[in-house]
């Protein structure tokens, strides 16, 4: 049974899969497709990239970032979602998906823009907007059945990629909050910041020293250099709509 099984690897769910991962709980990501930021052709309100950034880099960056944090990945498309023992939820849920075994998980977060349609036989509060279903949840992102999450664009945020990744990461924080992970912040302070004040480095936060940070810092800018080194070959992915005209 994983602590943590997140439907959907795209922004928001790899917001969530780094907090979660990095907080100790076992973290699993499904991913049937392709984010919808994939579609994008120049990523340039994202906060931390002047010029803007390939949204491909981005994405690739990301999952990158979520592998490091500890999480585990696996490719498939979440089917339905029932839970182990309908009178006691924290048993956990088993999660079907297609062609791969079913993945049991103590909680589950929706974070699969713009499929919900697993989560229909839990009841977790739909509402149907046009063509398309958002799910509902209160402020940390916890729908009306215990354990079970939504996050980003699925969640009705706006429909930009740092609320996603910033609601993914509000989520992953109630999931964290929920379990019995022992947890504070997830901080990196300078060595002293809490001990030189008498103080535990409180659960959650770590304290490094100057030539930890440096080598921190070395192979940060290793990895960015690498990354941005050569354009990407990959195109935008258009609209589906257009490529049936086409
Ligand atoms: C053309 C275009 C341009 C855009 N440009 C910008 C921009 O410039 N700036 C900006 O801020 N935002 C932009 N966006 C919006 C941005 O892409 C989204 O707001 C953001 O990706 C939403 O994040 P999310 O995690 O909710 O969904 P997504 O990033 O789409 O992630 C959802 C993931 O769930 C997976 N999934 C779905 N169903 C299942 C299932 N049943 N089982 C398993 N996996 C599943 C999908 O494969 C996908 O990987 C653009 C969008 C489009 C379409």
Request: hydrophobic share 35%.
């Amino acid at each position: 049974m994983r602590d943590v099984c997140i439907v959907g690897g795209g922004v928001s769910g790899l917001a969530a899969s780094i907090f979660t991962a990095r907080a100790g709980l076992d973290t699993l990501v499904v991913d049937g497709g392709e984010s919808i930021l994939a579609r994008n052709a120049s990523l340039e309100n994202y906060p931390g990239f002047p010029d803007g950034v390939d949204a491909r880099r981005y994405l690739q960056l990301t999952r990158e970032q979520a592998r490091n944090a500890g999480a585990t990945f696996e490719l498939g498309h979440v089917t339905g979602v029932e839970p182990v023992d309908e009178s006691d939820l924290e048993q956990g849920f088993v999660l079907e998906t297609d062609g791969g075994d079913p993945i049991e998980a103590r909680r589950v977060i929706a974070a699969s823009w713009s499929d919900s349609d697993y989560l229909v036989p839990l009841d977790v509060g739909r509402m149907q907007r046009g063509s398309k279903h958002f799910v509902s949840v209160d402020d940390a992102g916890r729908t009306a059945v215990d354990g079970v999450y939504a996050a980003g664009r699925l969640a009705d945020e706006p429909h930009q990629s740092i609320v996603a990744a910033g609601h993914g990461a509000k989520v992953g924080l109630a999931v964290i909050h929920d379990s019995d992970a022992n947890f504070y912040h997830d901080w990196v302070a300078p060595e002293g910041y809490f001990t030189g004040r008498g103080r535990e480095v409180p659960p959650g936060c770590e304290e490094i020293d100057d030539g930890e940070r440096r080598r921190r810092d070395e192979r940060a800018r290793e990895t960015m250099l690498e990354a941005f080194a050569d354009p990407l070959d990959e195109q935008p992915t258009m609209h589906p709509s257009v490529v049936d005209e086409e």
